[in-house]
């Protein structure tokens, strides 16, 4: 069955910002190994992106017309959201195994997405 997963990847901002343009491209290099594995391997990448750093976060509570705005990210943790793939696949296995690509030194969390009950 296919389904569609999030690929989440929390990782240390202040490592990254402090990481040489070397160490930068090796990360960069991961990544574009990863979404080639993908393709070849009959994933198909339907979007993700790297995020800016949680600092210029905004977080909002509250009900829409009443909502109260704060700066910076709602965990205060070492670990961020930094970016995320959204992949569609029928072989989660496979997609688990590939996800070793991006590991380094963080973990990398997959889920399910739950499907849309009116498509």
Not at 6 to 32: C, F, I, K, M, N
């Given at each position: 069955m ?31 190994e ?17 995020l ?38 029928d ?11 991006l590991?380094?030194a ?14």
């Open positions: 296919t389904t569609d997963y999030v690929v989440l990847l929390p990782g240390d901002e202040s490592r990254w910002a402090a990481a040489d343009p070397a160490t930068r491209e090796a990360v960069y290099a991961q990544h574009r990863f979404a080639t594995q993908l393709g070849e391997r009959g994933h198909t990448v339907l979007g993700g992106a790297e800016e750093h949680s600092s210029g976060a905004k977080v909002v509570r509250g009900h829409r017309g009443a909502v109260t705005v704060t700066d910076g990210p709602y965990a205060e943790t070492v670990e961020q959201l930094t970016g995320f793939y959204l992949v569609r696949s072989d989660l296995a496979d997609l688990l195994d590939l996800c070793g690509l590991t380094n963080e973990a990398v969390e997959v889920r399910a997405v739950v499907p849309d009950p009116g498509a």
